[in-house]
């Protein structure tokens, strides 16, 4: 589920990038977010009232950035552009459960995978995967340092 995406831009100002770090929940998509709480949030993504679908960054960021988004999603890879074009006669509203939806969809398999491995509060699985990583870490940094001292004579 790797997106080419170098910047996804906030909901609520599309022209900074999306930050988990935030104040405001709703500028961002979390991963583990419900389809409800994905609805909400795109319903309240910044947008313009001009009619119709288009791509373009300059004048319309807010619907450029849900088509990047969309477009980022989209398991057969269509460009904004092409998304523009397909959603081009679509009002606001319909253009934003399209784009919820298709979020919500991408991000299934990943949510049920999550609650499967959290489920009623047991981390036991993702502990002992942080514990195996954390031993690979401090032996291979042994390794490493002990060469850095063979190398430097100590």
Request: charged fraction near 25%.
């Amino acid at each position: 589920m790797l997106s080419p995406a170098k910047r996804v831009m906030s909901l609520k100002d599309p022209l900074l990038k999306m930050s988990k770090s935030h104040i405001d929940h709703r500028s961002k998509i979390l991963l583990t977010d419900s389809p409800e709480e994905i609805h909400l949030k795109i319903k309240h993504a910044l947008t313009d009232s001009i009619s119709g679908i288009s791509f373009d960054l300059t004048t319309r960021p807010g619907v450029s950035n849900l088509l990047e988004i969309l477009s980022h999603v989209d398991p057969e890879g269509r460009s904004p552009q092409v998304w523009a074009e397909e959603c081009k006669t679509l009002g606001m509203r319909a253009f934003k459960a399209l784009v919820s939806d298709k979020i919500s969809s991408s991000l299934s398999g990943f949510r049920e995978r999550y609650t499967a491995l959290t489920e009623g509060g047991n981390y036991s699985h993702l502990n002992d995967i942080a514990r195996q990583g954390a031993k690979e870490a401090r032996d291979n940094s042994g390794r490493i340092l002990a060469k850095v001292r063979d190398v430097m004579g100590i």
